[in-house]
Protein backbone atom coordinates (compact mmCIF):
# COMPACT_ATOMS: atom_id res chain seq x y z
CA UNK A 1 0.00 0.00 0.00
CA UNK A 2 2.69 2.53 0.89
CA UNK A 3 3.29 2.72 -3.36
CA UNK A 4 -0.03 2.88 -3.85
CA UNK A 5 0.03 5.98 -1.48
CA UNK A 6 3.77 7.48 -2.36
CA UNK A 7 1.87 7.31 -6.25
CA UNK A 8 -0.91 9.16 -5.69
CA UNK A 9 0.64 11.79 -3.70
CA UNK A 10 3.26 12.34 -6.08
CA UNK A 11 0.60 12.35 -8.94
CA UNK A 12 -1.77 15.26 -7.10
CA UNK A 13 1.39 17.19 -6.93
CA UNK A 14 1.49 17.04 -10.45
CA UNK A 15 -2.33 17.83 -10.85
CA UNK A 16 -1.79 20.82 -8.52
CA UNK A 17 1.78 21.96 -11.17
CA UNK A 18 -0.58 21.35 -14.27
CA UNK A 19 -3.61 23.57 -12.86
CA UNK A 20 -1.46 25.99 -10.40
CA UNK A 21 1.93 25.42 -12.02
CA UNK A 22 4.67 27.05 -9.35
CA UNK A 23 7.73 26.06 -11.18
CA UNK A 24 10.28 23.35 -10.34
CA UNK A 25 9.58 22.30 -7.51
CA UNK A 26 5.95 21.51 -7.77
CA UNK A 27 7.30 19.92 -10.92
CA UNK A 28 9.62 17.89 -9.49
CA UNK A 29 7.33 16.46 -6.85
CA UNK A 30 6.37 13.78 -9.73
CA UNK A 31 8.19 10.49 -9.82
CA UNK A 32 11.40 11.98 -10.81
CA UNK A 33 12.93 9.02 -13.15
CA UNK A 34 11.33 8.79 -16.84
CA UNK A 35 12.83 5.84 -19.25
CA UNK A 36 11.33 6.14 -22.56
CA UNK A 37 11.50 3.51 -24.90
CA UNK A 38 10.84 3.52 -28.45
CA UNK A 39 10.70 0.15 -30.03
CA UNK A 40 11.28 0.04 -34.23
CA UNK A 41 9.86 -3.70 -35.50
CA UNK A 42 11.33 -6.15 -38.32
CA UNK A 43 7.79 -6.85 -39.38
CA UNK A 44 6.52 -3.09 -38.88
CA UNK A 45 3.29 -4.16 -40.68
CA UNK A 46 2.54 -7.55 -38.40
CA UNK A 47 -0.36 -6.44 -35.82
CA UNK A 48 0.75 -10.10 -34.41
CA UNK A 49 4.47 -8.76 -33.62
CA UNK A 50 2.88 -5.31 -32.31
CA UNK A 51 0.74 -7.36 -30.00
CA UNK A 52 3.24 -9.62 -28.80
CA UNK A 53 5.56 -6.71 -28.08
CA UNK A 54 2.81 -4.89 -26.31
CA UNK A 55 2.14 -8.11 -24.37
CA UNK A 56 6.14 -8.32 -22.87
CA UNK A 57 5.98 -4.66 -22.66
CA UNK A 58 3.00 -4.81 -20.12
CA UNK A 59 4.15 -6.73 -17.96
CA UNK A 60 6.77 -4.76 -16.87
CA UNK A 61 3.90 -3.33 -15.11
CA UNK A 62 4.46 -5.72 -12.16
CA UNK A 63 8.17 -4.67 -11.07
CA UNK A 64 8.15 -3.16 -7.55
CA UNK A 65 10.26 -0.06 -8.29
CA UNK A 66 8.14 0.86 -11.16
CA UNK A 67 5.49 4.19 -10.13
CA UNK A 68 3.85 4.68 -13.36
CA UNK A 69 3.43 3.51 -17.06
CA UNK A 70 1.99 4.42 -19.95
CA UNK A 71 2.57 1.76 -23.00
CA UNK A 72 1.60 3.46 -26.89
CA UNK A 73 1.87 3.55 -30.66
CA UNK A 74 2.27 6.15 -32.71
CA UNK A 75 -1.13 8.76 -32.06
CA UNK A 76 -2.74 10.21 -35.39
CA UNK A 77 -1.47 14.16 -34.34
CA UNK A 78 -0.64 16.36 -37.23
CA UNK A 79 2.04 15.37 -39.48
CA UNK A 80 5.02 17.68 -38.79
CA UNK A 81 8.57 17.61 -39.64
CA UNK A 82 9.91 17.46 -36.27
CA UNK A 83 7.22 14.63 -35.69
CA UNK A 84 8.88 11.08 -35.79
CA UNK A 85 6.32 8.33 -36.02
CA UNK A 86 8.03 6.01 -37.57
CA UNK A 87 8.59 3.86 -34.39
CA UNK A 88 6.07 0.92 -33.68
CA UNK A 89 5.53 0.98 -29.94
CA UNK A 90 7.03 3.07 -27.04
CA UNK A 91 6.95 2.39 -23.72
CA UNK A 92 7.28 4.93 -20.44
CA UNK A 93 7.94 4.11 -17.01
CA UNK A 94 8.58 6.32 -14.19
CA UNK A 95 10.89 5.38 -11.11
CA UNK A 96 11.44 7.33 -8.42
CA UNK A 97 14.99 7.61 -8.96
CA UNK A 98 17.97 5.74 -10.79
CA UNK A 99 18.16 3.13 -7.80
CA UNK A 100 14.24 2.20 -9.27
CA UNK A 101 15.52 2.29 -12.78
CA UNK A 102 18.28 0.26 -11.91
CA UNK A 103 16.31 -2.64 -9.82
CA UNK A 104 13.98 -2.88 -12.91
CA UNK A 105 17.24 -3.27 -15.50
CA UNK A 106 18.01 -6.05 -13.90
CA UNK A 107 14.83 -7.56 -12.63
CA UNK A 108 13.65 -11.38 -14.08
CA UNK A 109 10.40 -9.93 -15.34
CA UNK A 110 12.20 -7.28 -17.35
CA UNK A 111 15.06 -9.35 -18.43
CA UNK A 112 12.30 -12.05 -18.97
CA UNK A 113 10.34 -9.14 -21.61
CA UNK A 114 13.83 -9.03 -23.19
CA UNK A 115 13.95 -12.57 -23.91
CA UNK A 116 10.73 -12.89 -25.22
CA UNK A 117 10.55 -9.70 -27.46
CA UNK A 118 13.73 -8.78 -28.42
CA UNK A 119 13.68 -11.43 -31.58
CA UNK A 120 10.35 -8.59 -32.56
CA UNK A 121 12.54 -5.52 -32.90
CA UNK A 122 15.38 -4.36 -35.23
CA UNK A 123 15.95 -0.86 -32.99
CA UNK A 124 15.13 0.53 -30.12
CA UNK A 125 15.95 3.81 -28.54
CA UNK A 126 16.44 4.82 -24.85
CA UNK A 127 15.78 8.25 -22.91
CA UNK A 128 16.54 8.72 -19.53
CA UNK A 129 15.55 12.08 -18.02
CA UNK A 130 15.31 13.49 -14.87
CA UNK A 131 12.92 15.91 -13.37
CA UNK A 132 14.95 19.28 -13.75
CA UNK B 1 -11.84 20.89 -10.73
CA UNK B 2 -13.24 18.85 -12.81
CA UNK B 3 -9.93 18.61 -14.40
CA UNK B 4 -8.09 17.62 -11.39
CA UNK B 5 -10.94 15.49 -10.42
CA UNK B 6 -10.43 13.19 -14.16
CA UNK B 7 -6.69 13.08 -13.44
CA UNK B 8 -6.38 11.89 -10.21
CA UNK B 9 -8.91 9.28 -11.50
CA UNK B 10 -6.71 8.29 -14.21
CA UNK B 11 -3.80 8.49 -12.02
CA UNK B 12 -5.15 5.71 -9.59
CA UNK B 13 -6.05 3.63 -12.14
CA UNK B 14 -2.25 3.62 -13.26
CA UNK B 15 -1.48 2.52 -9.87
CA UNK B 16 -4.20 0.06 -9.99
CA UNK B 17 -2.11 -0.94 -13.32
CA UNK B 18 1.11 -1.21 -11.82
CA UNK B 19 0.35 -2.46 -8.29
CA UNK B 20 -1.96 -5.21 -10.16
CA UNK B 21 -1.56 -5.82 -13.50
CA UNK B 22 -4.52 -6.61 -15.50
CA UNK B 23 -3.44 -6.01 -18.78
CA UNK B 24 -4.63 -3.02 -21.36
CA UNK B 25 -7.67 -2.19 -19.98
CA UNK B 26 -6.34 -1.02 -17.01
CA UNK B 27 -3.29 0.88 -18.20
CA UNK B 28 -5.52 2.55 -20.92
CA UNK B 29 -7.45 4.40 -18.44
CA UNK B 30 -4.26 6.62 -18.05
CA UNK B 31 -4.39 9.74 -19.96
CA UNK B 32 -4.11 8.00 -22.90
CA UNK B 33 -2.25 10.70 -25.44
CA UNK B 34 1.78 11.22 -24.48
CA UNK B 35 3.72 13.86 -26.18
CA UNK B 36 7.62 13.50 -25.79
CA UNK B 37 9.73 16.36 -26.80
CA UNK B 38 13.66 16.27 -27.36
CA UNK B 39 15.59 19.07 -27.15
CA UNK B 40 19.31 19.80 -28.49
CA UNK B 41 20.65 23.36 -27.63
CA UNK B 42 22.59 25.05 -29.71
CA UNK B 43 25.17 25.66 -27.04
CA UNK B 44 25.05 21.82 -25.16
CA UNK B 45 27.32 23.34 -22.46
CA UNK B 46 25.36 26.67 -21.46
CA UNK B 47 23.44 26.30 -18.35
CA UNK B 48 21.63 29.60 -18.73
CA UNK B 49 20.73 28.40 -22.18
CA UNK B 50 19.03 25.56 -20.26
CA UNK B 51 18.03 27.24 -17.73
CA UNK B 52 16.12 29.66 -20.78
CA UNK B 53 14.39 26.70 -21.98
CA UNK B 54 12.77 24.94 -18.94
CA UNK B 55 11.44 27.97 -17.84
CA UNK B 56 9.87 27.98 -21.40
CA UNK B 57 8.85 24.69 -21.03
CA UNK B 58 7.11 24.74 -17.66
CA UNK B 59 4.80 27.40 -18.61
CA UNK B 60 3.29 25.02 -21.10
CA UNK B 61 1.79 23.17 -17.84
CA UNK B 62 -0.83 26.04 -17.44
CA UNK B 63 -2.96 25.30 -21.19
CA UNK B 64 -6.14 23.83 -19.99
CA UNK B 65 -5.84 20.38 -22.11
CA UNK B 66 -2.62 19.45 -19.94
CA UNK B 67 -3.17 16.79 -17.65
CA UNK B 68 0.13 16.11 -16.43
CA UNK B 69 3.97 17.30 -17.30
CA UNK B 70 7.22 16.52 -16.75
CA UNK B 71 10.36 18.19 -17.73
CA UNK B 72 14.04 16.50 -17.48
CA UNK B 73 17.60 16.82 -18.77
CA UNK B 74 19.25 12.80 -19.34
CA UNK B 75 19.76 11.16 -16.07
CA UNK B 76 22.97 9.41 -14.96
CA UNK B 77 21.57 5.93 -15.55
CA UNK B 78 24.30 2.92 -17.11
CA UNK B 79 25.74 3.62 -20.27
CA UNK B 80 24.29 1.35 -23.16
CA UNK B 81 24.58 1.42 -26.47
CA UNK B 82 20.99 1.63 -27.03
CA UNK B 83 20.86 5.09 -24.94
CA UNK B 84 20.54 8.40 -26.02
CA UNK B 85 22.02 10.86 -23.55
CA UNK B 86 22.82 13.43 -26.01
CA UNK B 87 19.83 15.42 -25.53
CA UNK B 88 19.68 18.87 -23.69
CA UNK B 89 16.29 18.89 -22.32
CA UNK B 90 13.38 16.65 -22.71
CA UNK B 91 9.19 17.38 -21.88
CA UNK B 92 6.73 15.16 -21.71
CA UNK B 93 2.80 16.36 -21.66
CA UNK B 94 -0.24 14.10 -21.11
CA UNK B 95 -3.03 14.80 -22.44
CA UNK B 96 -6.64 13.01 -22.85
CA UNK B 97 -6.59 12.32 -26.81
CA UNK B 98 -5.54 14.09 -29.67
CA UNK B 99 -7.83 16.79 -29.57
CA UNK B 100 -6.54 17.82 -26.42
CA UNK B 101 -2.56 17.91 -28.06
CA UNK B 102 -4.69 19.74 -30.82
CA UNK B 103 -5.71 22.43 -28.32
CA UNK B 104 -1.85 23.16 -27.19
CA UNK B 105 -0.76 22.85 -30.33
CA UNK B 106 -2.06 26.15 -31.27
CA UNK B 107 -2.46 27.75 -27.82
CA UNK B 108 -0.55 31.15 -27.46
CA UNK B 109 0.92 30.00 -24.23
CA UNK B 110 2.74 27.67 -26.45
CA UNK B 111 3.07 29.54 -29.46
CA UNK B 112 5.39 32.25 -26.82
CA UNK B 113 7.40 29.56 -25.63
CA UNK B 114 8.27 28.90 -28.97
CA UNK B 115 8.91 31.94 -29.67
CA UNK B 116 10.75 32.72 -26.50
CA UNK B 117 13.06 29.61 -26.55
CA UNK B 118 13.64 28.53 -30.42
CA UNK B 119 16.38 30.39 -31.17
CA UNK B 120 18.24 28.06 -28.42
CA UNK B 121 17.67 24.87 -29.88
CA UNK B 122 19.17 23.48 -32.54
CA UNK B 123 17.20 20.07 -33.18
CA UNK B 124 13.88 18.70 -31.90
CA UNK B 125 12.40 15.47 -32.11
CA UNK B 126 8.82 14.90 -31.37
CA UNK B 127 6.84 11.65 -30.32
CA UNK B 128 3.39 11.72 -30.20
CA UNK B 129 1.94 8.35 -28.92
CA UNK B 130 -1.54 6.90 -27.71
CA UNK B 131 -2.21 4.34 -25.35
CA UNK B 132 -2.58 0.80 -26.76
Given amino acids: MTDRRTFIAAASATVAAAAFPTGAT ?10 HVFFWL ?3 NSKEDLEKLLKGLRTLAKI ?19 VDNSYSASEILFFD ?11 PIHQQSVADCSHLWEKVVVYDAIAA
Avoid at 26 to 35: E, F, G, R
Avoid at 97 to 107: E, F, L, P, S, V
Fill in 26 to 35: AVSNYPKLVH
Fill in 42 to 44: KNP
Fill in 64 to 82: ESVRGVHFGVPASTEKRDV
Fill in 97 to 107: DTAGQKIYQDH
